[in-house]
């Protein structure tokens, strides 16, 4: 396994543009095996998950080709050439959104349960309760979800418990190609959520309503394909950088955002006392003045993003004063705070809630990233750190960030990638 070798304590100073975003690009590329004619997607981040999620669907028959660094032309199969594979799909959660699309377009699904990850159980009763209610019949025998949906799903009213973010993305795949109208309610209103719509009518289906709490969708017999579709900016990678130069006491301006989608990240960072300016597609991020302790509740969005609460952590630990965190999300989610005490943060978890005490400063040593959010987060700690940290599991970083070390460095950060039996950095 690789490693960052970070020495901290330098400011983050400079420009940086963000890559287009995970989380939309993973729902697009299962949404496009559903394309009756061929997909141009552009902006697409070359990050371990994408590339995992491209072989899933090459293995199910799908042609796919990068063209450029952020371009992939994609021609779905006609019909199955394989179940997804299992020891892929364990790999990567996201695959579970290919049932609804392979139950839609060709009538018939076995995908391997991701099973839970290590910050939480995630359970996925709510897509098969939704892609039930549209007449799929799903079994769950030997770790595998098995779907038949006879000749063709049929639109229906369905309301979700929780506004799930890849319950609602299986249902408003499936419910594109199901005979009539689909209603869906208390829906997760992401801005993935909205890119994945936006796509999914470019290839002709008819959503509407998405982003709010309601989407309704006519159902249409067959697809067709994109000339061009850009996925959006990413969100959670665009907060991680607002919170890095916050957390340094830098001052970074990010490109290529999308404002709005960082509302309940710029919010926060101000309450802070950051500085947070919008101009266009570019937002800048300071610290010019004293900063201030905040308290942060997760929650679906537009409140403040789970994916961002361990950055957040991270950097409240060297504001003065008390912050109060509360996870609503995942149910365990605080694993990084046993990391950031090894360098000196003082944090107190109990349940779902965290209490974090600011001290002057955090010093390096050896962590450990235990998932995608928390590997970032530890960067941002070993980049405020005294002295020298030592990110391991960096696999977990690179699901999810293209090009992490380079966007710092040129920012002024002094990391290393360490490659896996190379000790000489040590
Ligand atoms: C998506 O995961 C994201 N992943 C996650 O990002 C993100 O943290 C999460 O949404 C919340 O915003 C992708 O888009 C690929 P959920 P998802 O279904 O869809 C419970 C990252 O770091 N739940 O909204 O799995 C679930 O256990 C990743 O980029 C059920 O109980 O999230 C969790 O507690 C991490 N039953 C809560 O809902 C279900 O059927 C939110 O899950 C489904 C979910």
């Known amino acids: 396994m690789d490693k960052l070798v970070i020495y901290g304590g330098k400011p983050l100073r400079g420009k940086v543009r963000i890559s287009g975003a995970k989380n939309a690009s ?135 418990d929780f506004p799930s973010v890849g319950a609602t993305e299986n249902i408003m795949m499936a419910a594109c190609l199901a005979d009539g109208q689909t209603v869906l309610e208390n829906v997760a209103k992401e801005p993935e959520i909205v890119d994945l719509a936006n796509f999914l009518n470019c290839l002709g289906a008819k959503v509407r309503g998405a982003g709010t709490d309601i989407i309704k969708i006519e159902g249409v ?87 961002m609460q361990s950055q957040m952590m991270a950097f409240l630990s060297t504001v003065e004063g008390t912050s109060v965190i509360i996870e609503n999300i995942f149910e365990n989610r605080f694993q990084i705070a046993d990391e950031l005490k090894r360098m000196g943060a003082r944090i107190k978890v109990e349940g779902r809630m965290a209490v974090v005490e600011g001290v002057p400063a955090l010093h390096g040593t050896q962590v450990r990233a235990t998932d995608l959010r928390a590997g970032a987060a530890l960067v941002i700690a070993g980049l405020m750190a005294r002295g020298r940290t030592v990110v391991s599991n960096t696999c977990y970083i690179d699901r999810g960030y293209h090009q992490l070390e380079e966007k710092l460095r040129s920012l002024g950060a002094d990391l290393t990638r360490m490659r896996h039996g190379d000790g000489s950095l040590l």
Request: aromatic share 4%; with cysteine.
């Open 221 to 307: 017999s067959e697809l067709g394909g994109c000339m061009r579709y850009a996925v959006i900016p990413d969100r959670i990678e665009a907060g991680t950088f607002m919170v890095a130069a916050a957390a340094t006491r830098g001052q970074v301006e990010l490109e290529n955002i999308i404002p709005p989608h960082v509302e309940p990240i710029s919010a926060k960072l101000r309450d802070a006392g950051v500085d947070v300016t919008e101009n266009g597609d570019v937002l800048t991020v300071g610290v010019n003045g004293p900063l201030r302790p905040v308290d942060i509740k997760t929650l679906p969005y537009p409140g403040f993003p789970t994916d």
């Open 26 to 160: 993973l729902a697009i590329l299962c949404a496009s095996i559903m394309a009756g004619e061929p997909v141009l997607l552009e902006n697409v981040p070359d990050i371990s998950d994408v590339r995992v999620m491209i072989e899933i669907i090459r293995h199910i028959g799908a042609e796919v080709t990068w063209e450029g660094d952020s371009s992939l032309r994609i021609i779905a199969p006609s019909k199955l050439a394989g179940d997804p594979p299992c020891e892929l799909v364990k790999k990567l959660r996201a695959s579970n959104l290919l049932l609804g699309p392979l139950l839609a377009r060709f009538g018939h699904a076995r995908v391997s349960l991701p099973g839970g990850c290590n910050i939480g159980v995630r359970p996925m009763d709510l897509h098969f309760k939704g892609l039930a209610g549209l007449g799929a019949g799903i079994d769950l025998h030997g770790g595998y979800a098995v779907g038949k949906s006879g000749p063709r799903l049929k639109g229906a009213r369905i309301y979700l």
